[in-house]
């Protein structure tokens, strides 16, 4: 790359000069490295003075030239590099190849003497020179197992010696001198063995020292066994044995205790371990559990009375109030049980190698002995409170209980951080269950729960009932014959809460409860005690009170209850509900307000319809009980078909009776107001509609009669408003409306009217068309009511009007009604041929050529 830089001037312009490093460079660039070789060229030109002469490439040219010669020379050395480190690297496989070669070799040599070992140890009687090598190898084992074995027969002669030497030396002197020895030189191990021997020497004494034992076995009292005579024994070795057992247990017991003191676990270990060798553990087992500080503690406490206010106790039994939850006394037993358990499960799984009898041991005495006895306490306390009282604490109770028992399963015990081992998970449930059979076992439960309802329910009802047995019932018939059975379930009801409150077991705050649920005080007498007609109607209010009562119920039934007896104890709860408040309440209700409305069909007085707006209540109650039996107390019957379809059955049944009591109470009233308009409008005068006095006619609003009854429908308007609502009340009005239009219409037809008297007319029909749309109709029904209108119309224009009018009539009516014209009954929207000539002839000018001229037309 030099050459060109020969000289002091060169023939043609030089380039720049490169070496290897500038290509080596990590930053080398090749877009940098092209703007340098464009900029020197264009440098030189600038130098040069020509700045319009063409680029000279001929410097660069000879740049590459160089810098590809260079390349050249470096990939032949690259080349020849690469062809040295190939050679290497052939050679050095070669010599690794070898390498394995030869130690695979060794490999398989070892391979074969470790086998050639293996024979020589397993196969003795070889024939072979090998044979007496490999007999060596297993002859060797052969003596160290006989050696084993010789060793435990010496040990074996060892005990038996020391033992027929501590038998001799009871049997002769009446001491135990050589195992007391033992025992003084203390450790687990010593502790052991001295109470092995002493459990082999009672043996011993049984079958050697019978009279010890109250046993003659060939032994006589005066000393003469099979023939031969015995010298008399002073000391009696069961005793000796027994007091020294005693001794041996006591010690290691009262060991054990001072170690729990010093939280020592391994000398508890140690000691537990020896015990449960002695006597399978069952003493220390005992001291532990019964001398627990928790336990004499309880003990001391177990007289306390239960620490529940009267305030609280009274809330408890009163069944608008929310029950207060667990007592006090037996929530901080649960309490500390759980603080303990966990405490102690750490310390027994420490000091007992046979940990979990231990702690089922210990679980049994909390719950068997701590947490029954406080249960029972407050249970007992609650049943004299009242019966609600008792059924609240023992839902209670077994709440907290059980979220004892589930925190104990999570925790894990002597298995923290693990849950509870399968076995202690079971003792747990055991106990939970054994805590609550004696309560809910057979129907036991379930009848204290509809006990209390039925207190419950005839407290709330018994005013209701008390109006409703004094009120005026039809004496025959079929309304008596319809509410006979009603009427019997309401006077048992009535009846059963007397005979309650004259009970001699029922306690003073359940007395007092009952009064107050029914609004009475305990000196009234049956006969004295004033109701009021509210206290006979239905209310919400009422009804949601027993259906809370009832949830409650329900929600105990199904915490307390066997899943298996869940469907049967529901179907009770449906029939307790369908009875009280499906029959004596509802049912009751709308009988009163039936008899009440067919009473006055036939009134000769304008009818009272008060008893209307006692439906709407029971429709609500009745919608709410139907929901609830429905979503709740069937669905919880599904696990049993046969219940199931028994409540379905049942609630149907119920139902249905409520509605049919309800339709005939609202068939009932169409006939009560119907016989009514029709009463009043009999009494409309025949000259009303042929006024003589025009001014009067103008002054006056309307007749007498039309103003009567819009007031009378107006009256029934705002009670069938709080009656009905809906679709019910839409049906109904077009109903009643279809009547009463047939009614007005036909009644139009009796009387004649003049031309004053037109205007008399058209006035009645737009007060009874106005007072008639207050109700919400159908369409259909309110072109009927339209068509009245019509009326008015046809006596006041001239007779080029009716000629008009006639063209647009209806030739026959599509439905006709009872007893009346072709429109009467029907929902035509316009009059037909006949209705239209009755009305036209009722016209004082009926008989004028024009009048006469437009019904010849018809």
Known sequence: MDRASVGSRALFPRGPSFTLEDFSNKDFSVRDFVEDLAESAVSLNRRSGTTQQAFDPKPLIRTFENALQGLGNLSEELQQKESDLLSQVRRAEISHDQTLDTLGRKLDQSITQFEALDITLNNPNGNDRSSRGEAGGNIAVQIGEKLEELDRKRRRALDANFLIQCWLQLSETGELTSLQNIQRQGGSENKVRCAVIAQQLMRISQRLDPASWDHTNGVNRNGVTNGTTEPEKTHNTREILEKFCETLEQELLKQFNNSYRKQNFDDMRECAKVLYDFNGGASVIAVFVNQHQFFIDRDQLITDEVTMDGDTWDQLADPDSEPPGVEPSLQSLIDEVRIIMQEESFIIKRAFPYYETVLIKFIQRVFQQSIQQRLEMVLEKANTISTLAFLRSLHASRTYI?????????????????????????????????????????????????????????????????????????????????????????????????????????????????????????????????????????????????????????????????????????????????????????????????????????????????????????????????????????????????????????????????????????????????????????????????????????????????????????????????????????????????????????????????????????????????????????????????????????????????????????????????????????????????????????????????????????
Not at 452 to 479: C, D, Q, V
Not at 801 to 827: I, K, V, W, Y
């Open 402 to 858: 059980s979220a004892l028992i589930e925190d104990l399963k999570s925790h894990g015990l002597t298995e923290h951080p693990e849950p509870c081992s399968a076995q202690i998970t079971q003792i747990l449930d055991q106990q939970m269950e054994e805590l609550f059979v004696p309560y809910i076992m057979s129907n036991s439960y379930i009848d204290r729960e509809k006990k209390s309802l039925e207190e419950l329910f005839n407290s709330l009802l018994f005013r209701f009932n008390i109006y409703h047995s004094r009120r005026k019932k039809a004496p025959t018939g079929f309304m008596a014959s319809l509410a006979q059975q009603t009427n019997q379930l309401m006077a048992s009801a009535k009846d059963a809460y007397l005979e309650r409150l004259e009970s001699s077991d029922l306690t003073p705050t359940q007395k007092a409860m009952m009064l107050r649920v029914a609004r009475v005080q305990e000196t009234d007498d049956n006969n004295e005690i004033e109701v009021t007609e509210e206290e006979g109607s239905l209310t919400t209010a009422n009804a949601k009170r027993m259906m809370t009562w009832l949830a409650e119920s329900v929600r105990r039934t199904l915490e307390l209850g066997s899943q298996s007896d869940t469907p049967k104890d529901v179907a009770i709860l449906l029939n307790l509900l369908m009875t009280n408040m499906g029959q004596v309440y509802v049912e009751t209700a709308l009988e009163a307000a039936l008899e009440k409305a067919t009473s006055q069909e036939n009134s000769k007085t304008e009818p009272d319809l008060s008893y209307l707006p006692s439906i709407r209540p029971a429709v609500t109650i009745t919608s709410i009980m139907s929901r609830f039996i429905s979503q709740v107390l069937i669905r919880l019957a599904e696990s049993n078909t046969t219940v199931r379809r028994s409540m379905e059955a049942q609630a149907k049944m119920g139902i249905e009776a409520i509605e049919k009591k309800a339709n005939s109470i609202m068939k009932s009233t169409v006939d009560v107001i119907v016989n009514w308009v029709t009463k009043s409008l009999g009494q409309q005068k025949k000259l009303d509609f042929l006024p003589k006095d025009e001014l009067g006619v103008v002054e006056s609003l309307q007749t007498p009669t039309c103003t009567s009854i819009c007031l009378f429908l107006s009256r029934c308007t705002k009670l069938l408003n709080q009656s009905i609502d809906g679709q019910n009340l839409e049906v109904f009005s077009s109903e009643l409306t279809l009547a009463i239009q047939r009614l007005i219409f036909e009644h139009f037809k009796k009387f004649k009217v003049n031309a004053t008297g037109g205007l008399m007319v058209t006035k009645d029909i737009a007060k009874y068309v106005a007072t008639l749309k207050e109700w919400p109709l159908s369409k259909e029904v309110e072109a009927a009511v339209e068509l009245l209108t019509e009326i008015g119309y046809l006596f006041i224009i001239g007779p080029e009007a009716l000629r008009e009018r006639s063209r647009n009539l209806a030739a026959t009516s599509s439905s006709s009604g009872g007893g009346g014209g072709g429109a009467a009954g029907s929902t035509n929207r316009k009059l037909v041929k006949a209705d239209f000539k009755a009305f036209i002839q009722n016209r004082d000018d009926a008989k004028s050529a024009g009048v006469q001229s437009v019904l010849a037309s018809l």
